[in-house]
């Protein structure tokens, strides 16, 4: 195959021809380096949710939070630790159903030592932190305090906060 056929495929059907690629040249030390990197890159566009992707898409044409997941995808393939990585609002233009994904991810940096700050509204990834700082009590300028910050239960409890009255009538 050509690499400008391999370009259209989506990156779920890539990872498993280049998954056999790597066990056919695993003797060969020059292609084991370079198809392995190649497999874990596409095995981290796959995490973050983005394997319906082709390579052949220009990063212009990406949504906010597709980009933000593909530079994710960059802390990711560097193996960087005690990092502090800030998302804003990454699950735009992903599918609800692979929020998981993501927030998979940013445990799994949080596990590196990384501090993972995401700016984000979807309840599913608000469920997910570990801490959340809620700011409000509105938006604009009637915002910019803090309302509350702590668990995830408590914000469900805090009246001031909206966010916690949304993810408790979302709970209920």
Known sequence: RTLPELWLEPIDTLVPFFQKLFEEHRTERHLETTIGEIVSRLIFLEQVGLGYLTLDRQTRT?????????????VLGSRLTNTTVVLDEPT???????TWRLTNTARNLRDRGCSVIVVEHDQDVIRAADHVIDLGPQSGEAGGEIVYQGEV??????????????LAESAA
């Open 62 to 74: 990406l949504s906010g939070g597709e980009n933000q997941r593909v530079n994710l995808t960059s």
């Open 153 to 166: 239960e408590g914000l469900q409890h805090c009246e001031r906060s909206l966010t916690g009255r949304y």
């Open 92 to 98: 735009i233009g992903l599918h609800p159903r692979d």
